[in-house]
């Protein structure tokens, strides 16, 4: 196993949040109320908080300071104009439509392009991308590549599978298709970037079809980041440099500036194409704000373009991705299964290998969330058979998710290796009596999304045994 320091941290801590840690028995009490649905616990209750790094992150001097040069004018704030040329910088699309979340430029982009029966290919959509895909009538292809299944060390499972989206397209038809998409990094099948060589390959593809080509850019800079350490020809170039040229491949992209954003709220739609740009800030107008400002505040949109300077920093982005692999490393030597290699933002720990004695129907990942908490006061969250499985409600077809994980998200610049040490030894603790962890029975459950607002039960150790 490869040995791996905590990198030393590129800040110093000007301002803290408290902490703390509730007795068992609170927490027992906390896990009952809450029907053992981590979502339903409340933020002052958890002690280390893993369950996103979408707006959680700790905002620098320079974001706070920008808060105060937030132009607040409803019409052409100059806020707007600072973050326009930023976007523009990075990007070098010709319009930046502000937004004030991810699944907002999602909205309104997927209304702008699908009609009823297309198809969208994509390495993985996040749930929200998927979601506002279905629900404007299309198809949600998930295409990751082969690799992303296999253990071994290939720095690159983040990849969209070219093989499968070349016969996908021939076969449906290139009117079929309006547009694919390349998440990076590849949030939901452990945040793993996608490589230069990929992103190219795919941009080929879809323009010899005439499909327009985009990315779902949460993490950008952190994709840049491992393209740099791991392609090769990008050693020596700077950050800003192969995020350009990333976005040179595509005709647009959508972004929660949530994540490499490092704000805790904002997102865009950013493309060049004059028509689609119009169309699309016709309905901003109608949901969302007007295009100078689009549902952000002045300060939000401040606050956004500080921070997309700052994530290109190659010493933050070695420290950001050195704690990742730092964090996967202790949870490993604590003996809990993880995907590997580790990617840029989350560990994802292989809870169905774990908990071998609890099958899928019987959530394993569900139980490791709630022992988790139950034994460290830590929120994760579970992306197994709750928040993929369930039954179709038109066939009535029962399906599993295709891995069991828990996925413990770390907020950019907030916790320290001491708090990550923390959660590997309360893993160690749990590992020690894993096979008394119990599995989880749901009680009550939404048709749409139902992991958010769920209610369990605990089942018993005979239950676990007779099924
Ligand atoms: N795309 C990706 C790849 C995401 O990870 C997210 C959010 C979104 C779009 C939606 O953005 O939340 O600003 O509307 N991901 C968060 C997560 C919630 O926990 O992974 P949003």
Redesign the pocket.
Known sequence: MKEHKHPSEPFRIKSVEPIALLPRAAREKVLKRARFNIFKVKAEEIYIDL?????TGAMSIDQWAALMRGDESYAGARSFYRFEETVKDITGKKFIVPT???????NVFFSSVLKKGDYVPNNTH????RANVIHKGGEAMDMPCPEADIEDDNPFKGNIDTQRLERFIEEKGADKVPVVFI??????TGGQPVSMANIIEASTICHRHGILFYY?C??FAENAYFIKRYESGYEGKTIKEIAQEMFSYVDGA??????DGLAS???FVALSDEKLATKITELLIVIEGFPTYGGMSGRDIEAVTAGLKEVMNEDYLAYRVGQLEYFGNVIEQAGAPIIKPTGG??IFINAGKFLPHIPPEQFPGQSLTVELYREGGIRG?EIGSIMFGGEDPETGKKYNAPKELV?L?VPRRVYTASHLDYVAETLRKIAARKGELNGFRITKEAKLLRHFTAEFEEMTSEQVEVS
């Open positions: 369950l996103t790094d979408s707006g004030h979340q991810g699944r907002v430029a999602e996040f749930d929200t991308t998440t990076v990094t590849n949030n939901s779902d949460a993490r959508l972004m929660s500036a949530k994540k709220m904002g997102g933002h989350a969250v996925r998200a």
